[in-house]
């Protein structure tokens, strides 16, 4: 499985962004997909996730703010990370990850595949 993201960039506080992260290998119908993020100094942090299901799950941090939605086509997958009311404190190089075992794999930092990161800075 490969994930490509892309899509971040630099926002102004209550600003919006987009994030793409393209899944791709192998049929990705059944996988979960989600990011995680890494602020400078800190360890990772579940953001969002989708099942196969399409049930979501957020962290409490972006709840509200954040939406998390995917396509699916014959062999790939794409989620999109909609971010809105963007605060400094979302600031963090956001990675795409994806699980076929389910969405709590990808909370729990524990997913099987993982991207490379997109950064996402917003000033204040």
């Known amino acids: 499985v490969q994930l490509q993201a892309s899509g971040g960039g630099l926002m102004q506080a209550g600003g919006s962004l987009k994030l793409s992260c393209v899944g791709s290998?192998?049929?990705?119908?059944?996988?979960?997909m989600g990011w995680i993020r890494q602020a400078p100094g800190k360890e990772r942090e579940f953001v969002a996730a989708i099942n196969w299901n399409d049930n979501t799950d957020y962290s409490d941090s972006v709840q509200g703010r954040f939406s998390i939605s995917k396509h699916n086509a014959a062999n790939s997958v794409t989620v999109f990370l909609q971010m809105n009311s963007l605060k400094p404190e979302d600031t963090a190089v956001y990675y795409c990850?994806?699980?076929?075992?389910?969405?709590?794999?990808?909370?729990?930092?524990?997913?099987?595949?993982w991207g490379q990161g997109t950064q996402v800075t917003v000033s204040s």
């Open positions: 290998g192998r049929p990705m119908i059944n996988y979960a």
């Open positions: 990850a994806a699980d076929i075992r389910g969405s709590e794999y990808i909370m729990n930092l524990e997913a099987d595949y």
